[in-house]
């Protein structure tokens, strides 16, 4: 069974940074495209960021460009989120996934003074 | 980086079918096969019920179908059921290593 396990949201003062990670069991991430999505209180979902499976040639969304990374450690079979400069409009429920079929629980990050 | 548009409402009463539509541009739905939908209820972690425009994972039942007309796809829920009431999001890659989602639509079933 695949599992998905986010960890490192909490509350944040604007401008301040978090680490996201994802540990997976039953899937190896360098196997896989991982993905970061987001959802903000009461809205939809969007995407943040994609790592290939070679960890090579990430991708990003503009509204995070510059200001986000996501990297692997294949060692600890996680992914990782680094999140800096943070917003008030970076608040939601951070899930990592692979290609759509295995979500994690999420992981909730909120960015308030 | 626009989102997919997706209409922000969907309603039908069980037995019936009901399609969202999801469109796009050439740059993603219409140019690519990774076009996926998914089903979140409250609370939950979003399903995957469609991937690839029309395939369904295994577990996902047959009133669940995909289909891709140019730039706009679409998902039809056939035999409505009561549980199906939830919020339906489509996504689709977008080159450059870009993934996009609609804004979502709230299924209810009358």
């Known amino acids: 069974e695949v599992q998905l396990m986010e960890s490192g949201g909490g509350l944040v003062q604007p401008g301040g940074s978090l680490r996201l990670s994802c540990v997976a069991s039953g899937l190896t991430l360098r196997n896989y495209v991982m993905h970061w999505v987001r959802q903000a209180p009461g809205k939809g979902l969007v995407w943040v960021a994609r790592?290939?499976?070679?960890?090579?040639?990430?991708g990003y969304a503009d509204s995070v460009k510059g200001r986000f990374i996501t990297f692997r450690e294949d060692a600890k079979n996680t992914l990782y989120l680094q999140m800096d400069s943070l917003r008030a409009e970076d608040t939601a429920m951070y899930y990592c996934?692979?290609?759509?079929?295995?979500w994690g629980q999420g992981t909730l990050v909120t960015v308030s003074s | 980086q626009s989102a997919l548009t997706q209409p922000p409402s969907a309603s039908g009463s069980p037995g019936q079918s009901v399609t969202i539509s999801c469109t796009g541009t050439?740059?993603?739905?219409?140019?690519?096969?990774?076009v996926s939908w998914y089903q979140q209820h409250p609370g939950k972690v979003p399903k995957l019920i469609i991937f690839?425009?029309?395939k369904r994972p295994s577990g996902v039942p047959n009133r669940f179908s995909g289909s891709r007309s140019g730039n706009t796809a679409s998902l039809t829920v056939s035999g409505l059921q009561t549980e199906d009431e939830a919020d339906y999001y489509c996504?689709?890659?977008?080159?450059?290593?870009?993934?996009?989602f609609g804004g979502g639509t709230k299924l209810t079933v009358l």
């Open positions: 790592i290939s499976n070679d960890g090579s040639d990430p």
């Open positions: 050439s740059n993603d739905v219409g140019g690519h096969i990774w």
């Open positions: 996934m692979d290609y759509g079929l295995n």
């Open positions: 996504s689709s890659y977008a080159g450059s290593h870009i993934l996009l």
């Open positions: 690839e425009v029309s």
